[in-house]
């Protein structure tokens, strides 16, 4: 894995490749060990370039923190090769739900990989998405959760990601809400990721639906890298604005993580050695404990984001930096931010 070079910002803006070696450099011990976890976001996937699967995954939970359970997030693994566009999406459900069979064999250990899935389904489908949802709901036998249309969208051609392109004002589109509509009836929620000038666009949505439940992605996706650059203190106060205003909609929730990647700016990756949890709690504290403050512990998850943000720091380092944000929290305030918020909203029933 270190052999392999990281991919140029003109390839991709988000991703960031694991340093095996780099990692390495940095052991913490782990802060309270005993914390039950529920890793509200990670991702699996098998690509030329890039292998995180069943046993790389496995290597992370098992480094020392108590993962419970995990929920799989869209990514764009194993589509179906074959059979109608639209339908292609429903090979990541099958896949997914394949490893949590696996691990729910207590083969692999105690953690429940997988225990939720959310899987993607074009929803500028409109209403005709339904065919859709109900394949994926019966390829999750039991533990499909939602859909992830990515709308992450940006003037600035460095910031859009080319395997997810989105086009401007996506969750303004009637089409798109015509598919969105369809969520709430097949019990299913929406993973909102986009970037933070988009915000005002999310509480628009899940004002229009208030029955359906949303949970933004990465702190609304805080930008700092094209013309973002350099403009993290003038991008702060619009930001809390923004959030402050979604945190109004009680259908909404926020994932507290995902702020590892190239798009936000931090260089951890540039370090010679891997950032600490105290110099990672350091930096997110503002955006961290805004959404924590707006939204509540009740509403909001810790989400390692990985593998995407391997790049930047280890699991271990990650969630000793989540253990540090929640020092002064109270113990049910502490439950819910590492597994009573993900475990209602993914209807986990752990």
Not at 294 to 302: I, K, L, Q, T, Y
Request: hydrophobic share 40%.
């Amino acid at each position: 894995m270190s052999a392999t070079p990281p991919p140029t910002a003109a390839q991709n803006a988000a991703f960031l490749m694991p340093r095996a070696d780099w990692l390495a450099r940095r052991q913490e011990a782990i802060l309270e060990p005993d914390l039950p976890i529920i890793d509200p976001h990670h991702h699996l996937w098998d690509r030329p370039s890039w292998h995180y699967m069943l046993p790389d995954l496995l290597a992370d939970t098992s480094s020392g923190h108590n993962i419970q359970a995990t929920v799989f997030i869209q990514c764009r693994a194993f589509h179906r090769a074959d059979g109608p566009e639209g339908m292609k999406p429903i090979g990541e459900t099958e896949f997914a739900n394949g490893v949590a069979a696996m691990s729910a064999s207590g083969s692999y250990g105690s953690t429940k990989v997988n225990a939720g899935i959310v899987s993607h389904a074009s929803l500028t489908m409109g209403a005709a998405v339904q065919d859709v949802l109900e394949a994926h709901i019966a390829a999750g036998n039991g533990r499909f959760r939602g859909i992830r249309h990515i709308v992450a969208f940006d003037n600035d051609p460095l910031l859009n990601n080319p395997g997810n392109p989105a086009p401007p004002h996506q969750l303004m589109d009637p089409k798109f809400r015509e598919g969105f509509a369809k969520l709430a009836p097949n019990g299913l929620s929406f993973e909102g990721w986009l970037y933070h000038p988009q915000l005002d666009e999310l509480t628009d949505l899940a004002r229009a639906f208030p029955d359906t439940a949303i949970v933004l992605n990465h702190c609304g996706g805080p930008l700092g890298i094209g013309r973002y650059a350099g403009r993290r203190q003038e991008i702060f106060p619009t930001w809390t604005a923004n959030i402050r205003e979604l945190a109004k909609c009680p259908n909404v929730m926020v994932k507290l993580g995902g702020i590892g990647m190239r798009i936000n700016g931090y260089d951890f990756h540039e370090q010679s050695d891997p950032p600490s949890s105290e110099a990672l709690a350091t930096a997110w504290k503002p955006w961290m404990e805004t959404c924590i403050e707006a939204f509540g512990p009740s509403r909001a998850m810790f989400e390692s984001n990985f593998p995407v943000d391997k790049g930047s720091y280890s699991y271990q380092v990650f969630w000793n930096a989540c253990k540090l944000m929640a020092k002064g929290a109270s113990a049910s305030e502490k439950h819910d931010l590492f597994f009573g918020a993900a475990n209602r909203f993914y209807r986990l029933g752990l």
